[in-house]
């Protein structure tokens, strides 16, 4: 996916350049209020995260492997302003150091799948936390159809710039044809793998995943939380202080039944709370 | 650590290129690589002229011309694109060996080709003349910004650790007896990749506090200011000056 130099000409390239320039500086401002000074250490290791996992290769079928992209991963992980700062900088020293990737085509890679990969996935992500029902199983859903869309989009973006600036004489139909269609593709795989790592973070790590802050529930202070089943049912606590009276009881009787007979009085304060 | 603190895309040496300011080498292959993309692709003579220029530069950074050919071996899917772009392109048809190509596809995979493989060779030559930190340093002096240049180097000095972590966990999977065949093992390598996640990102909490402990207010001290003199800037001149005239006298042609 990553653009050669001369593939778009000189003015277009550098008129992209300048978008990824201001897009950069933009996000720069962003990841600043989202992490103030732990910026520089966090972004650069999820850089290096995104750097490392793109290497990391899933097999598909009969020999052929696909690997993630990671622009959807890091908005819904980090948020979007640092997600388009990481895919930036690694983007930049792909082309710097692998040369992977033109250094003149470097600001079309940065507005290809930093700039509109990155945001098409965090728009598409939040929309439809919004919309759907505040469980973790949203959030999977979510971040399958925010990477599975974000992959076709940088595609389009791409024929865009392909008919502003593209030194091939291919007609556009076609290239829009094969782009999407090829990047359809590409995007299940993309959409599987990370609703599928989006999903193992958040069964670990909830409070990491940016895109699904506020979707936790709160922690509530009652030795009742403790006892009860792992996952309460209920959204909200309303009654928080009440339950807080009440298993103020029962954790006492639970504690003393422990002391005389321990199996029994573990049973019992389960019991007491179901 | 026995080959020492450099990246294995570094190749040591103390040639003139080596010991040019990382500054100046930056700015001349972007400047070499915007006229060979700035050239009319019909002046077939240009490009052989960049690629001696690129040449020059190779024999005196003393790199092997082996070692040049293996690293432009990255550029092989966009041979594979361009080769097919003569056989998809509009226009009128010529045969050749027997098969109709289109004429304006063999220009545009000519284009891509001869401009993709220079950029790719100056970025080469670049990369395995000057060490990584030198580089970010580089990049400093040309005015990126310092919070990026931080971003870049944390990227840089963490990427083998995490690469390293990700190589740990794939030998932990292996000698459990996991072997990823298709599709259905996807599960695993996610978890995996959420894992590296975390791991990475607490990673980066520790180091964070790390630097705080050590009295980090956001700005890293400027312990290593490099600055090239004006022969030294005239030395890095020479190839995009050279690539300029060539250009130039490709465009009145």
Redesign the interface.
């Known amino acids: 996916m990553h653009v050669p130099d001369g593939f778009i000409d000189t003015p277009v390239s550098v008129a992209a350049g300048a978008v990824a320039a201001g897009a950069v500086a933009a996000s720069l401002r962003g990841a600043r209020r989202e992490l103030d000074d732990r910026t520089a250490p966090l972004a650069g290791l999820v850089a290096a995260f995104v750097f490392a996992v793109q290497m990391l290769n899933f097999p598909v079928a009969a020999g052929t492997s696909g690997h993630l992209l990671g622009g959807a991963l890091a908005a819904i992980l980090v948020g979007p302003w640092t997600g388009v700062l990481c895919i930036s900088v690694v983007l930049l020293m792909q082309a710097v150091l692998f040369a992977d990737g033109g250094l003149t085509a470097l600001g079309v890679n940065i507005t290809l799948m930093g700039v509109v990969g990155v945001t098409v996935a965090y728009a598409v992500f939040r929309g439809l936390v919004r919309l759907l029902p505040r469980a973790r199983g949203s959030v999977t859903a979510a971040s399958f159809l925010a990477a599975f869309v974000s992959v076709p989009a940088a595609a389009v973006a791409f024929t865009g710039i392909y008919a502003l600036g593209g030194t091939a004489d291919v007609s556009l139909g076609k290239v829009l044809t094969a782009m999407v269609g090829v990047h359809t593709l590409i995007g299940v795989g993309e959409g599987v793998i990370t609703a599928l790592t989006v999903g193992a973070v958040i069964a670990v790590r909830p409070d990491l995943v940016y895109g699904a802050r506020g979707l936790t529930q709160p922690l509530r202070l009652s030795a009742a939380a403790a006892a009860a089943p792992a996952r309460p049912g209920g959204n909200g606590n309303p009654g928080a202080p009440g339950t807080t009276g009440a298993s103020g009881t029962t954790g006492t009787t639970g504690i003393t039944g422990a002391a005389g007979t321990p199996g029994t009085g573990a049973r019992s304060s389960k019991e007491t709370n179901a | 650590m026995g080959s020492g603190h450099t ?1 294995k ?1 570094y190749r040591h040496g103390t040639s003139p290129v080596h010991g040019m300011p990382p500054h100046c080498k ?1 700015a001349a ?2 400047g070499f ?2 006229v ?3 050239t009319p ?1 019909e002046a077939f003579w240009a490009f052989g002229a960049y690629a001696l220029l690129l040449a020059g530069v190779a024999a005196a950074a003393r790199i092997p011309p082996g070692f040049l050919l293996k ?1 432009l071996l ?2 092989v899917p ?1 041979v594979a694109f361009a080769l097919l ?1 003569p056989f ?4 009128p048809r010529t045969e050749v060996l027997g098969v109709q190509l ?1 004429v ?2 063999l ?3 000519w ?2 080709l ?3 493989t ?3 060779a ?3 030559l ?2 395995s003349t000057t060490e ?1 930190r030198a ?1 970010l340093l580089g ?1 400093q002096r040309l005015r990126m ?1 310092p ?2 240049v ?10 083998d ?3 390293d ?2 190589r740990r966990m794939r030998i932990a999977r292996a000698s459990r007896g996991f072997e ?4 259905r ?3 695993v ?10 791991r ?2 607490e ?3 520790r ?2 506090l790390a ?2 402990s050590r009295g ?3 700005t ?1 001290p400027d312990l290593h200011t490099v600055s090239a003199t004006r022969a030294q800037w005239a030395h890095a001149a020479a190839l995009p000056a050279a690539a300029l005239a060539v250009c130039l006298i490709g465009w009145t042609l």
Do not use: C, D
Request: glycine share 14%; proline share 1%.
């Open positions: 990246h895309l930056i292959v972007f690589v915007l060979v993309v700035s692709r690293r990255v550029e966009f772009m998809v392109a509009e226009g289109s304006s596809g220009w545009g995979a284009n891509i001869a401009k993709g220079l950029g790719v100056a970025s080469v670049l990369a990584l580089l990049l910004p919070l990026l931080q971003i870049a180097s944390f990227m840089i000095r963490y990427g650790v995490i690469a972590e990700m990823a065949r298709g599709i093992h996807w599960g390598l996610g978890k995996t990749a959420g894992a590296l996640f975390i990475s990102y990673r980066g909490e180091v964070h630097m705080v980090y207010t956001g890293m």
